[in-house]
């Protein structure tokens, strides 16, 4: 069964630092998203990305904020400089239509210290 | 320490029983929703969908019932297992294609 996978699974970074975080979406599909869930907490909306540009971005994903699609396989989330509030699991996300059932990845647990 | 978050509304249920979970969505013009179930350290995992045009629908042990008029999505779970045991998410969408979750439900199975 075809499945969203995200790299890596945990990343601990420094305050300040950048980090990547990368997913590989469903390989036919045409709409990918980013979500964040801070601990114990509910799943946010972050960006949707589709025809290689952004479609709807949340306030939460501000300046510090960039999505990427390098390659026909890759989509990825940057933080440029990491603040202690980014800690989350942040979720990848592909549909294959609009307004469809959208496929999560199983997350990237970010700790920044 | 523990961070402090939402507190999660919990169901408690036996093995075997039938589970009814509840969500009341905010945007009168969403037209799509979705149940997810989310086990601990995992991301979202689809269960079943609905379509406005639509009142209920069923699946494998699942039925998701949609009442427009009072903007309430329920999903039932027959012959509750403990596999099921999950916190459980439901997702609407607009005129835009990002899902905006609910709060969620911790349902939690006992023999």
């Known amino acids: 069964e075809p499945e969203v996978t995200q790299t890596p699974s945990h990343q601990v970074t420094q305050m300040g630092q950048e980090v990547i975080l990368r997913c590989v979406p469903i390989s036919n599909h045409l709409y990918f998203y980013w979500y964040r869930q801070i601990l114990g907490q509910k799943v946010e909306f972050l960006v949707s990305?589709?025809?290689?540009?952004?479609?709807?971005k949340s306030e939460i994903f501000d300046d510090q904020f960039s999505v990427e699609r390098p390659d026909g396989s890759n989509f990825t989330l940057k933080i440029r400089s990491t603040k202690l509030e980014d800690s989350a699991m942040y979720f990848c996300?592909?549909?294959?239509?609009?307004?469809?059932?959208?496929?999560f990845g199983q997350g990237t647990r970010l700790t920044v210290v | 320490g523990e961070s402090v978050g939402l507190h999660l509304p919990t169901l408690s249920v036996q093995e075997g029983d039938n589970s009814i979970i509840n969500c009341a969505y905010s945007?009168?013009?969403?037209?799509?929703f979705i149940w997810y179930k989310q086990e601990s350290g995992k991301g979202p995992q689809f269960i079943i969908d609905i379509r406005s045009n639509m009142d209920k629908r069923q699946g494998q042990r699942v039925t998701v019932l949609l009442n427009k008029t009072v903007k309430h999505l329920s999903l039932q779970i027959a012959a509750t297992q403990p596999g099921d045991s999950a916190v459980y998410f439901c997702?609407?969408?607009?005129?835009?294609?990002?899902?905006?979750f609910g709060t969620g439900t911790r349902l939690q199975v006992f023999p």
């Open positions: 997702a609407e969408t607009g005129n835009t294609d990002k899902l905006i």
């Open positions: 990305f589709y025809n290689n540009e952004i479609s709807e």
């Open positions: 996300a592909s549909s294959g239509k609009v307004n469809t059932e959208a496929f």
């Open positions: 945007n009168s013009a969403s037209d799509y």
